[in-house]
């Protein structure tokens, strides 16, 4: 503080001149009066020494900030951004940025452990995966006084939360489709352990940058994925022809089905029909039996002899045609017409 300093420099400057005056010189003055200390030093003093304690009580905080109070080295309350005041010397105080974001790096980073990424997953195959947890601080006075090496706890939780969710999962959805899923869920446990430690902090994001097979293995394992893919393009080609020929033999099936239930409406119709007419015939034979014996030979004779050619053997055993009216009447007038023409 610049009024601080100035007090004090003032103070420096009239130290020097009161010793000054004290051994110089002859002017004068009785022996007494050169070793009495003026009051203004007093003065001087008590401002300088007020000065130097509102130096150490009053402190700012920024907005990215928070402050730790602390009265006699145990924890007393969380200072808030702006001018803040903590009576020095009983009560200090530790100032921690709070939004800024901090990044831990598991399997990824340069001189972890060779091992650190190889993780075991419930179908017992081994994956190398690599990822960033970004965290920062919810809670000062948690984070500060709950634990000792707070980096050392993120990094040695989040190793764990990964082992134990790809101990649950198996290996290919991880490396195909699911690692947005294994982020959310390593998020949410990863905080859910801190919490329970009371650590005051928080996960911002879970960046999952890689999951690999061992180099070890990766060449075999690509091939492996490449049959896999093979298979799962001939099953979806088979599946295909199926699903076509299945289509197909349903549609005939459904002709078939069509056709016979035609087929059915009009014989049963036909049934009912010859059924209808031979009631309407036995009602009116039952009315009178002979009339409609007779009109029944005649129409039954009608029926059977108008389908065939007929033939008379007269007293001399010719064979002569029975020709129709029809006939007779074409025959007689084609003559007719010719003369007519001629």
């Known amino acids: 503080m610049p009024e601080v300093d100035d007090l004090i420099n003032l103070g420096r400057d009239r130290l020097k001149g009161v010793f000054k005056d004290r051994g110089g010189g002859s002017g004068g003055r009785p022996g007494g009066d050169r070793n009495k200390i003026p009051k203004s030093f007093y003065f001087i003093a008590v401002l300088a020494i007020i000065g130097f304690w509102g130096y150490n009580s009053f402190y700012s905080v920024k907005p990215e900030q928070r402050s730790v109070e602390l009265f006699l080295g145990a924890y007393s309350s969380t200072g808030t951004p ?44 081994i994956v190398d995966v690599g990822f960033q947890v970004v965290w920062n601080i919810s809670d000062p006075a948690k984070f500060l006084f709950n634990l000792r090496d707070q980096e050392e706890t993120i990094s040695a939780v989040a190793e764990s939360a990964m082992r134990e969710i790809m101990a649950r999962s198996e290996l290919a959805p991880i490396l195909n489709r699911d ?32 999951a690999d097979p061992p180099g070890a293995v990766i060449n075999s394992f690509r091939e492996v994925q490449a049959a896999e893919q093979e298979r799962d393009r001939l099953e979806k080609q088979a599946d295909a022809y199926s699903n076509r020929v299945l289509a197909s033999a349903r549609g005939e099936a459904a002709q078939l089905l069509e056709e016979a239930e035609g087929y059915r409406a009009q014989v049963v119709n036909q049934a009912e029909g010859d059924a209808s007419r031979f009631l309407a015939v036995l009602e009116e034979y039952q009315k009178a039996p ?14 059977i002899y ?9 007293g001399n055993s010719n064979l002569l045609p029975i020709l129709s009216l029809d006939e007779i009447v074409k025959n007689a007038t084609i003559p007719q017409l010719d003369r007519e023409q001629n």
């Open 290 to 303: 002979e009339v409609t014996r007779k009109r029944l030979h005649i129409e039954t004779t009608e029926k």
């Open 82 to 125: 702006g001018l803040n005041f903590a009576p020095w010397p009983l009560v200090t105080r530790e100032i921690v940025e709070v939004t800024r974001e901090r990044t831990v790096e598991i399997g990824a980073r340069e001189g972890a452990r060779s091992d650190e990424g190889l993780m075991l997953t419930g179908d017992e195959n």
């Open 179 to 210: 690692r947005g899923v294994v982020a959310a869920n390593l998020r949410e446990l990863i905080q859910a352990n801190l919490d329970n430690y009371d650590s005051g902090m928080s996960v911002v994001r879970v960046n999952f940058d890689k």
């Open 306 to 314: 108008g389908s065939v050619g007929k033939l008379i053997m007269d």
